[in-house]
């Protein structure tokens, strides 16, 4: 197992407002590992900014320990954590650009900062504008640009400094659905083209979707549950979880609707998930023609998880109740994963 690139171990952070203290962070436990596209995703005040926060040091925690590959960012000097920090990009809702100075000066701060001369600085700047699609925008200002293209000069300064690790916080919250996107994609292609961690903070579910590999679910300063998205998507264990996933896959009944189903005799109404191949196999064909029971397909659900096919069924099976078994067995042999409704 590789060392976390990011660990939170116990953090809590404290707030004091007008002499009462606010809990704003629990104890929260979590690795990231390096390479990993991570979504931490949670509604205005649970607490996701301050987190994101603490990883590049602009809090520190009340209790506990964040680490930077195995560093704690709290027992080590000024120029050591300097040295962290230029490890670390970071990328905001409202994008933080200096609308006085040009595209081209925005990108180059981090490394007038750095002391770097102008050479370098004219080739990496060029090469992270081009990168980013705006080679053609050098001597443009914020304001003659588009929120998605003042995203990407956003994104571009960040990488100025060849960080490790990328903190997005709402990075396309301001934009549009189809902006959001191609965002998106350049985000996915950062990591994948050059190994950079990406931490991603959002309350919108489909970002998670599209791009991230590992998500962490917060609400009231509480980590509620983590793990990989597929996996959360599809079988969701906590009741928050469940309410962002509904968000983008629909897999529910209207409550009256199950309701009458449960009445019904002789009947069982079953959710069922499809993973991967699972989708893509004829099982209910299958069901239909092998087994005798009546099969009433209530709601069915396709989407698209991290390339995997995530398919959702509700199912009413009627008949003797030694029959619904016997198809549910055949159904749990077949790869679906069923639940009651
Ligand atoms: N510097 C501060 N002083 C006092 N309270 C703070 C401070 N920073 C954050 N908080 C409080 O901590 C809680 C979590 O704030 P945080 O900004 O981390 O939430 P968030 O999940 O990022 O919300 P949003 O989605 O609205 O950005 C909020 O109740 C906020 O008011
Ligand atoms: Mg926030």
Redesign the pocket.
């Known amino acids: 197992m590789n060392n976390p690139i990011i660990s939170f171990q116990n953090v809590s952070k404290t707030?004091?407002?007008k002499g009462e203290n606010?809990l704003?962070l629990d104890n929260i436990n979590l690795d990231i590992n390096k390479g990993d596209i991570f979504g931490i995703i949670?509604?205005?005040?649970?607490?996701?900014?301050?987190?994101l926060r603490l990883i590049n040091h602009l809090e520190s925690p009340s209790h506990g320990t964040v680490l930077i590959n195995g560093v704690s960012l709290q027992g080590i000097n000024k120029k050591q954590l300097n040295d962290v920090k230029k490890d670390i990009g970071m990328i905001f809702q409202h994008f933080n650009l200096l609308n006085s100075r040009t595209v081209f000066h925005n990108v180059a701060i981090p490394l007038i900062l750095q002391g770097r001369d102008k050479a370098f600085i004219h080739e990496r700047v060029m090469e992270l504008l081009e990168f980013v699609n705006l080679g053609d925008k050098a001597q443009s200002y914020p304001d003659e640009l588009s929120g998605g293209q003042k995203q990407r000069v956003g994104i571009a300064r960040a990488l100025a400094g060849n960080p490790s690790i990328l903190l997005c916080d709402?990075a396309t919250s301001a934009l549009d659905p189809h902006t959001t996107v191609q965002i998106l994609l350049l985000l996915q292609e950062i990591n994948q083209r050059y190994g950079i961690t990406i931490v991603l903070?959002t309350?919108e579910m489909s970002v998670v979707q599209k791009i991230c590999h590992n998500v962490a679910v917060?609400a009231d300063?509480h980590m509620v549950e983590q793990g990989n998205v597929l996996a959360l998507f599809g079988q969701p264990q906590n009741t928050v979880t469940a309410s962002f996933v509904q968000s983008v896959i629909h897999d529910r009944l209207p409550e009256q609707t199950v309701a009458r189903i449960k009445q019904q005799k002789d009947s069982r109404a079953l959710r069922l998930e499809f993973v991967g191949q699972t989708a893509q196999q004829p099982i209910v064909n299958q069901l239909i023609r092998e087994y005798p029971v009546q099969v009433n397909i209530l709601f069915a659900n396709m989407s698209e998880v991290q390339n995997t096919i995530l398919g959702f069924m509700i199912v009413q099976l009627r008949g003797e109740t030694a029959h619904i078994d016997s198809a549910i067995h055949y159904l749990h042999t077949a790869g679906v994963k069923i639940s009651d409704v």
């Open positions: 707030f004091s407002r606010f704003a949670g509604a205005s005040g649970a607490g996701k900014s301050t987190l709402e903070i309350h917060m300063g």
